[in-house]
């Protein structure tokens, strides 16, 4: 399941629209749709596939 949650980009600081897979904790990279930017997500799954924590960071970090 997606759930689509918004997010500052820690480049640009432009507000984000991104979709995280709740069927377990993990990290991914996405570009940002703005400044093209790699932004790496770190997600936090609870034990009911919700999303608990979505930490975002520059990769070069």
Do not use: K
């Not at 980009?9 to 093209?36: A, F, K, L, N, Q």
């Not at 770190?42 to 970090?61: F, K, M, P, S, T």
Request: charged share 30%; hydrophobic share 30%.
């Amino acid at each position: 399941m997606l759930e689509r949650t918004e997010v500052q980009c820690p480049y640009c600081g432009e507000t984000i629209v991104t979709e995280v897979d709740g069927s377990t904790s993990h990290r991914y990279i996405e570009d940002c749709p703005v400044c093209c930017r790699p932004i790496e997500f770190e997600a936090e799954i609870d034990a009911w596939g919700n999303l608990a924590r979505l930490h975002v960071c520059r990769d070069d970090d």
